[in-house]
């Protein structure tokens, strides 16, 4: 069968990585032909062909001119006219005015399996107002969800269970070699500092952490909207002196590693362990990634996320469902100019820590003794027990596998009505 595998653009990212890793998987698939269609050519290797549309970069307003959804569609379909099935990846994200109307059409004669990422619902309103013009926002296709968490809410929408799917994303093993012992720990945050990576508790983490702690973010927001937010962070941990540094990947060597090597695998591999501190994730990637780098992973569960993988096996003792404050607030849902406020208290007089409650499956303890536990534990028989479920779960060959019966699931039944109301979508994200 001929696939035709189409986003906005093929550059470094989540969306990109999972394209990467499905064109990888199904490479030794003699039954699929699998294409990549995107609004601009890669900039690195992708180890499938590339086909290039370039109306198919983001627009997030009609242009004079550009032809309209019946314009994007011939597009697409002249680049990949021998197409047997349209695997769109993020379309109803809120990135490109025409594209849900535009695979609408081609849906007309073509199968369409559209992949959620994330949702323009989940606070983009900027996303969801482009979304909100489109005539079909969720057009009749199959769709695929990254979690039963965000299948369950197309289902609620009224996706027919039967063309609702959960796709993981695939994982790769990759250790880092063992950090050097007998130095002190040192906590990785491998992302882009946007703000639902809720920086404010990473420097909480970091005021409360005992002497000789160190923590780094891996780099900057690639949002220009986001860097204003970002630039308070920065110096907010520079005036109060934290231990944190930014942006490191690219910027900064290591410490004790070779002075060349700032890159993001050899971040990974000084660090002794993970951190997340994020408030919103689709399918978690975090929590994976550090049992398949072989760190012990600290910080903040997120449970209609964990729960999906604490299924399949994956354990994660280092992780706190609640940071609450001594008012009983919690700590992420404070906003920056308190969480400034609180994390300046606990640094000026650091017994205030033990007044911060954190709430885990292990019970309740104080911050600073909570902290004092994650970064002493040994988690090597977690490590292990996560990394056989990775194996067994979500590695590239099963992925493979789970997008042939896919594929042949959604080119033997296709979609022909519109099933999903966008406003039960937006009414679900308004009460969670």
């Not at 929408?157 to 959960?166: D, I, N, Q, S, T």
């Not at 920065?234 to 060349?260: I, K, Q, S, T």
Request: proline share 9%; charged share 20%.
């Amino acid at each position: 069968m001929r696939v035709a595998a189409c986003h906005y653009h093929l550059r470094p990212g989540g969306v990109t990585t999972v394209m990467a890793a499905g064109a990888e998987a199904l490479a030794g698939v003699g039954s699929v032909e699998l294409c990549a269609v995107s609004g601009e050519a890669p900039a690195a290797p992708f180890p499938s062909p590339v086909l290039v549309v370039p109306t198919l970069c983001y627009q997030s307003e009609a242009r004079g001119g550009d032809g309209g959804p019946e314009a994007l569609a011939a597009a697409m379909g002249a680049a990949a006219p021998d197409a047997e099935l349209w695997h769109a990846h993020n379309p109803t994200l809120g990135k490109h005015i025409h594209l849900p109307d535009a695979l609408a059409q081609l849906g007309r004669s073509t199968p369409l399996l559209l992949q959620v990422h994330d949702f323009a619902e989940d606070g983009r309103p900027a996303n969801l107002a482009v979304l909100r013009r489109a005539r079909t926002p969720y057009p009749a296709a199959h769709y695929a969800a990254l979690t039963r968490r965000d299948r369950d809410r197309l289902v609620a929408a009224g996706l027919p269970p039967e063309f609702a799917h959960v796709l993981p994303n695939a994982v790769a093993l990759d250790p880092a070699p063992p950090p050097s012992p007998g130095g002190d720990p040192l906590v990785f945050y491998p992302v882009r500092a946007i703000p639902r990576k809720n920086l404010g508790e990473l420097l909480l983490l970091a005021a409360a952490a005992p002497p000789g702690v160190r923590f780094a973010i891996a780099a900057a927001p690639d949002n220009p909207d986001y860097l204003a937010h970002y630039a308070r962070w920065v110096a907010f941990a520079d005036e109060r002196a934290l231990p944190v540094l930014f942006g490191a990947v690219g910027n900064a060597a290591p410490p004790g590693a070779d002075l060349r090597d700032r890159s993001f695998d050899g971040w990974y591999a000084a660090a002794t362990h993970a951190v997340t501190t994020s408030t919103k994730e689709g399918f978690g990637m975090a929590y994976l990634e550090a049992a398949a780098r072989g760190r012990p992973l600290l910080g903040r569960d997120i449970p209609d996320v964990t729960a999906d993988l604490r299924a399949e096996g994956l354990q994660f003792g280092g992780l706190y469902t609640a940071l609450r404050m001594p008012d009983g607030r919690e700590f992420a849902e404070l906003d920056d100019a308190e969480q400034r406020a609180a994390i300046a208290t606990i640094q000026d007089d650091p017994p205030r820590a033990g007044a911060v409650a954190v709430e885990s499956g292990q019970g309740v303890r104080s911050l600073g003794e909570w902290l004092a536990r994650v970064l002493g534990r040994d988690g090597a028989a977690e490590l292990a027990a996560n990394r056989r479920a990775i194996s067994a779960r979500f590695s590239l060959p099963r992925y493979g596998r789970e997008l042939v019966r896919l594929y042949r699931c959604v080119i033997s039944e296709p979609a022909s009505e519109v099933c999903i109301d966008a406003e039960r979508v937006r009414a679900l994200f308004r009460r969670a």
